[in-house]
């Protein structure tokens, strides 16, 4: 069997695996520079179950026999349990995760180890690894998503009809119940987990059998390969397939929607738990005290996942910026697409996981809540709608009520404390009913339309949710 692969084997173990070529030996600085080994080992897994269907492959055109996939598939297997059990050496000597596992193989198996490169490269090899690896990652995090969903949904139905100042601009605007914000994050994550859904259908396309980067004199059959690896189809372009970190780039990108999302709960929660809003109560296992001043108790974990929100921007820009103006085909600048990667699914998870542990145990301070919604004139644009109930034009109503919050202002008095006397002189087609209009419970139970804040629609968006198929 002629060997034509970019890299060639060499017999001595002792030797780089494609030292062919080369006369002297890697400094021993550009050797751990260039190495890989150190990051990219959390990809054993995979680099073992994309050997093993290769070699599956190999057999099944007739390259292989039998017994040497067979010996390989029982070698691989193998160094995945010694891998599993802390037993495998890794030697930066090797520089990646594809050379340490095959010059292993080759140690324990012998000659049919140094047939399993047959057909393919490194760089099919590692862009294969990488999308097998995200495949999984992507299902763990939606999980994560949905695992934080149910606790907003149960969250949101705790809290269906308890009212609390809705803000814009932080300041308060009118009444709303806090279902309906707890659901307002639940649409986020829809979205979050869409995207997600959207990504990995790019994913799960198979680079195999594009070789170093123009396909390979073998007669390969890479709809099997795809078949046994669970991908939807080979690739259509070798060049491409070697080369390109887009899908990377999207998940990552999905990645920094999500963790933007969750900076803004993030905030909410954090101003929330200040004295000055005190609307809610974190358990103390989710915050930490200070060292210093004996009365603190800060919410750390919201703080945290706002601050790593800042990492995984950086790390969309590091793989943007790592792809940027690439030639075609596979460069070694895309060993660098592994960290940021790895970072942003590890930040991802954390944050996921800790916001789905803490969600069933916000405790809510509706008292606290109800007060700050009587402040602020936020029953003010019932008042109005409610003048344009009695035929007045929108704009005639604001300004009335505008003169009626000035007074309010005057004398500290919400618009529902104001006695009929007092409304009437702002407009006198203000009549005994408009009382109803003025109390919080009114003002939410009105927005009654999808969407809305009325305390009903929150119940029927939280059945229709549970519903989803997305959520069981
Ligand atoms: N460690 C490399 C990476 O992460 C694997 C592919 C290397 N290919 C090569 N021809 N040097 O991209």
């Not at 929100?309 to 660098?336: C, F, H």
Request: glycine content about 6%; some cysteine.
């Amino acid at each position: 069997m002629p060997n034509t692969n970019d890299e060639n084997m060499k017999d001595q173990s002792d030797t780089k695996l494609w030292g062919g070529r080369f006369s002297e030996s890697t400094d021993a600085f550009v050797e751990a520079f260039t190495a890989s080994i150190q990051f990219d080992q959390r990809l054993y897994k995979h680099d073992i179950t994309g050997s093993k269907a290769h070699a599956q492959m190999l057999e099944k055109v007739g390259i292989l026999t039998t017994e040497e996939m067979q010996s390989i598939h029982q070698g691989l297997d193998e160094i995945l349990v010694d891998i599993e059990q802390g037993k495998m050496e890794w030697s930066i000597a090797l520089e990646d995760i594809h050379m340490n596992i095959e010059a292993k193989l080759t140690d324990r198996i012998g000659l049919a180890g140094k047939k399993l490169h047959t057909g393919r490269s490194r760089n099919d090899q590692i862009a294969t690894d990488i999308r097998l690896w995200l495949r999984e990652q992507i299902d763990l995090i939606s999980d994560e998503i949905q695992r934080l969903q149910t606790g907003l949904l149960d969250l949101a139905e705790r809290e269906a009809e308890t009212i609390l100042p809705g803000f814009t601009h932080l300041q308060v605007a009118q009444p709303i119940t806090f279902g309906h914000h707890m659901l307002a994050w639940y649409e986020m994550l829809v979205r979050d987990d869409e995207r997600l859904q959207d990504c990995r259908k790019r994913v799960n396309i198979l680079p195999l059998g594009a070789a170093a980067l123009a396909g390979t004199t073998y007669p390969i059959d890479r709809a099997y390969t795809a078949e046994l690896l669970g991908f939807d189809r080979p690739a259509n372009n070798s060049l491409d397939a070697v080369s390109d970190r887009d899908f990377a780039i999207e998940f990552t990108a999905a990645a920094t929607l999500i963790m933007t999302h969750l900076s803004r709960f993030s905030e909410e929660l954090v101003l929330w738990t200040s004295a000055q809003f005190n609307f809610i109560n974190l358990p103390d296992r989710f915050c930490t005290g200070s060292s210093i001043m004996p009365q603190k108790k800060n919410p750390d974990v919201p703080e945290l996942v706002r601050g790593k929100t800042g990492r995984v921007n950086g790390n969309l820009i590091a793989l943007l910026t790592l792809m940027k103006s690439q030639p075609l085909a596979y460069n070694k600048d895309n060993q660098e697409d592994k960290e940021p990667l790895f970072d942003t699914v590890d930040t991802l998870l954390g944050c996921l996981r800790a916001y789905a542990d803490m969600m069933p145990y916000v405790e809510v301070k509706a008292d606290n809540m109800r007060k700050a919604a009587m402040q602020g004139f936020s029953t003010a644009t019932d008042l109005a709608d409610y003048l344009v109930g009695k035929n007045m034009p929108f704009r005639d109503a604001h300004e009335v009520v505008g003169k009626a919050v000035a007074y309010g202002v005057e004398t500290s008095k919400d618009l529902s404390e104001m006695s009929l006397q007092e409304l009437r002189q702002f407009s006198d087609v203000i009549t005994e009913e408009v009382f109803e209009v003025l109390t919080l419970e009114g003002s939410v139970a009105a927005r009654d339309h999808l969407g809305g804040t009325a305390p009903r629609q929150v119940k029927k968006r939280i059945e229709e949710a549970r519903n989803n198929s997305s959520l069981t």
